[in-house]
């Protein structure tokens, strides 16, 4: 976390994971994160836009606030999102605006992915 966020914005994200290298490889084939590592414990992520990290460093606390990611083709990546081995969890639905839905990762996370109507 190396740069400064901005004023009210969601700036980080911090997930407790049991094997930062399966969330690496999860995160990375599925929405293409990079990855910087600072020990063995803990791995800061970047989608491009916003920052985050995966530690080991406490236990697994799957739920908590729902983190929802954007994809413009919302249906290839479920696709992807299945084929790295996560389970769909709420199947796509409408709302105004876009569709989304919701999938557990690989250790009990849900999050969701929406993308905007045209």
């Not at 290298?21 to 916003?50: C, H, I, M, N, Q």
């Not at 908590?64 to 709420?90: C, F, H, K, N």
């Amino acid at each position: 976390m190396s740069i400064r966020g901005k004023d009210r914005q969601i700036d980080n994200i911090e997930f407790n994971v049991s094997d930062i290298a399966r969330s690496k490889t999860f995160y990375g084939d599925v929405f293409g994160w990079t990855f910087t590592d600072y020990g063995p414990a803990y791995t800061e992520f970047t989608d491009g836009r916003l920052t985050g990290g995966f530690t080991t460093g406490e236990a697994v606390r799957p739920g908590g606030p729902l983190i929802i990611l954007y994809a413009d083709d919302l249906v290839e990546t479920q696709r992807r999102i299945e084929a790295a081995g996560a389970r769909v969890s709420r199947p796509a639905f409408e709302f105004p605006g876009g569709r989304r839905f919701h999938f557990i990762d690989p250790d009990g996370y849900e999050l969701a992915v929406w993308t905007a109507t045209a």
